[in-house]
């Protein structure tokens, strides 16, 4: 009898540890890349496991669902049609509007969305970096995209909702401009659009960048410096 109590005793174990196990594996079907997760890749075969580019596309997943769900609100003005609008400007990842406008006359507080052909351009003042810039690269164009760098090569962004830092520069959707041709480098990779974007820089600005000894970091702080 007290054998088979024992027996029992462990099966029920056995029960629970799984039960525990399925709820990590519940756990890894999430963007939450907790302990479990990792535990539970450690114990697969090196086919199932998170490559390091996979975590990467995750980790933007991750980042681009989190600024969807944000706003960026400051001073700044809005360019609609042939008005340019001034005041307290709020943009979301599909409209901007005027609440506070400069002037009293202005009662202007409709939202306008970010495929209104009339909007043409959004900008918003920070305190301690450049000020974010939203534009379209072409007048036809349904979207805006933040102004990243602007001169002989204008560069170009998704990230419409981040306030301006050299290190920023969104690697996986890039747009180009020179001379009124327009290149994306829409890309999964960062490696890849390193490469396109400093052979770019090399053919208008004369340089000889060699994108497989650079970070990207090292990439955009040189950006920074172009004219």
Same mark, same amino acid.
């Given at each position: 009898?007290k ?6 005793a ?9 039960n ?22 450690r114990?697969?075969? +090196? ?11 995750? !980790?933007?997943?991750?980042?681009? @669902? %989190?600024?969807? $769900? ?14 340019t ?13 005027i ?14 969305k970010?495929?209104?052909?009339g909007l043409?351009?959004?900008?918003i ?8 810039c ?10 805006m995209v ?11 962004? +998704? ?7 050299p290190?920023?520069?969104? !690697?996986?959707?890039?747009?180009? @401009? %020179?001379?009124? $041709?327009?290149k994306?480098?829409?890309t ?15 053919t208008?600005y004369?340089?000889?960048l ?5 970070t990207?970091?090292?990439?955009t702080d ?6």
């Open positions: 009898m054998n088979r109590l024992f027996v029992t462990g099966l029920l174990s056995v029960v629970s540890l799984c525990a196990q399925n709820k990590q594996l519940t756990a890894d079907g999430t963007i939450d890349h907790n302990t479990s997760v990792n535990n539970y890749n114990s697969q075969p +090196s086919s199932f496991k998170n490559t390091s580019a996979e975590a990467s596309v995750n !980790s933007f997943a991750t980042k681009a @669902a %989190n600024e969807s $769900n944000h706003k960026r609100a400051g001073k700044g003005y809005i360019i609609y049609k042939n008005t609008l001034e005041g307290e400007v709020v943009i979301t990842k599909d409209a901007v509007k609440d506070k406008p400069v002037d009293g006359k202005q009662n202007f507080t409709s939202t306008i970010l495929d209104d052909p043409k351009k959004v900008v003042n920070n305190k301690d970096a450049r000020p974010l939203i534009v379209r690269v072409q007048p036809n164009d349904n979207r933040r102004l990243y760098h602007e001169g002989k090569l204008n560069i170009y962004d +998704s990230r419409i909702l981040c306030e301006f830092k290190e920023m520069l969104e !690697s996986t959707h890039i747009i180009t @401009a %020179n001379n009124g $041709n327009v994306e480098l829409n999964s990779k960062a490696d890849i659009s390193k490469q396109e974007l400093a052979g770019q820089i090399n208008i004369g340089l000889k060699d994108p497989a000894t650079m990207w970091k090292q990439l040189i950006i920074e410096k172009l004219d």
